[in-house]
């Protein structure tokens, strides 16, 4: 196993279920300190709300290697050599190499945060956050910051659950974004939701702005970010840009990639081409069941499946992971921010004509206490009705609302079909027609009449 957290641990374990140590040797190569952690915990980790690191760990080394798992920490894979049945490896710590032969290979190398090239990056006080050790070096800066001036440079899933925790940790927070709105997972009208959102919050943002540096001062620590027409001052900045795979390994030793770079495999997770190869999580690329094509989703939701998938395949069962429709589900501090399937891009560019609509409704019946707005947008198939993509922004109760329509989509359903099912009532928890509901009738309504 290369990757020692959730694609490669789950696979591990599961294949440690299936054949005991004496049918089948399990050898894991991790270069970090942790193993199965929750990289999606690290912001509500440095905000507070998680108070110690070791709650995000689910099994430490020492469980791992208690249940016949031979874990190599701080051991970083260096070459895949894939007619020798090998691979090379390196000790962080002292440099020193060897190799060691498989004949079952799984590849978990996770994804890579975006660094973009640009004079002062490498500063002391910018930070990525990706793993545990990255979430532990921003706290640590956090503590020692003179002042309380923090940017966030990217508006996606990572950039906005930084900047909430940053606010509950004091900060006066700027957010920097190239894109027109932020979090352009959705459709420019429902970022637009979040913007004046987050705003509302006391977070300024910075829209259609490129960051160009990183400026530092005397004594070599970041003093401000830099876009072609203004700077922001900051005592701490976060990347939160984005990730890629990260096939370096993968494609060094010419095993297939896909359009978006990460590692191709069959339903199986075996790596295309390659009978003793798997491959599973941030690395590898997987099939959107709605539009029918290969991406790119980096989720631990996915990861821990497709491992459970890869652990039962190599451990000498049977398994498959169909693929994904893309749900995702993220908050800045009350706002709820949830989607699935495709945006309005994402069907253009798979060739399919849509009617859209966008209702307004609430969390719980509008009489009861504790009532509040949430806004649902839901694409749908022009000639059959068939059920495209739902986006939700809201506040408490929103955001899983998304789960109906990942049912709906994964079940290839029309939006008239949706209109009938038959979800849980009571004036706490929805109004009479939950809004996902509403939006349906909408959208059947709008197919009904299209041309």
Not at 108 to 132: C, E, F, K, N, S
Not at 372 to 380: C, G, H, N
């Amino acid at each position: 196993m290369i990757g020692g957290d959730a694609a490669g641990m789950s696979a591990a374990s599961q294949a440690r279920r299936l054949k005991g140590p004496d049918e089948l040797e399990i050898v894991a190569f991790e270069r970090g300190h942790f193993t199965s952690y929750s990289a999606c915990g690290i912001p509500y980790w440095v905000g507070g709300q998680v108070s110690d690191r070791d709650e995000l760990i689910a099994r430490t080394p020492e469980e791992h290697r208690s249940r016949g798992i031979g874990l190599r920490l701080r051991t970083e894979v260096v070459e895949i050599d894939v007619g020798g049945g090998r691979v090379r490896a390196r000790d962080v710590d002292s440099g020193a190499e060897s190799w060691t032969s498989y004949d079952k290979l799984v590849i978990a190398t996770g994804a890579r945060p975006i660094r973009p090239d640009m004079p002062g990056v490498d500063a002391p006080g910018v930070h990525g956050v990706q793993t545990l050790d990255d979430g532990q070096e921003l706290l640590d800066t956090l503590t020692r910051a003179r002042g309380r001036r923090a940017v966030v440079v990217g508006a996606g899933y990572i950039g906005v659950e930084m900047a909430e925790a940053l606010i509950h940790r004091g900060y006066e927070v700027t957010v920097v974004n190239r894109g027109a709105e932020p979090m352009s997972t959705l459709d420019a009208d429902m970022g637009r939701l979040v913007h004046e959102a987050m705003e509302g919050m006391g977070i300024t943002m910075v829209n259609d702005a490129e960051v160009t540096k990183i400026l530092t001062g005397d004594d070599g620590q970041v003093r401000a970010v830099a876009t072609e027409d203004a700077e922001y001052p900051a005592d701490v900045v976060v990347l939160g840009i984005g990730v890629r795979p990260e096939t370096t390994l993968a494609e060094a030793a010419g095993l297939p990639l896909g359009e978006h770079g990460g590692l191709l495999t069959d339903l199986a997770m075996r790596v295309r081409g390659h009978e003793n190869i798997w491959a599973g999580g941030d690395c590898v690329e997987v099939l959107d069941l709605v539009a029918g094509q290969e991406r790119h989703v980096a989720l631990g939701t996915h990861a821990n499946k497709q491992g459970q998938v890869i652990g039962t395949n190599a451990g000498g069962g049977y398994a498959t992971f169909p693929g994904v429709v893309g749900t995702a589900v993220s908050k800045v501090c009350d706002l709820e921010i949830a989607r699935t399937g495709l945006r309005e891009k994402d069907a253009r560019r798979a060739g399919l004509r849509f009617e859209t609509v966008v209702i307004e409704s609430t969390s719980r019946a509008g009489y009861y206490p504790g009532a509040s707005p949430m806004t649902v947008k839901m694409l749908a198939e022009r000639r059959t009705g068939r059920l495209l993509g739902v986006q939700i922004v809201g506040r408490e109760g929103a955001g899983k609302r998304v789960d109906i329509a990942a049912v709906a989509l994964t079940a290839g359903m029309t939006v008239e079909q949706m209109t009938a099912l038959d979800l849980g009532y009571a004036p706490p928890f929805s109004p009479v027609w939950d809004p996902v509901l509403v939006a349906a009738r909408k959208a059947a309504g709008k197919v009904r009449g299209a041309p």
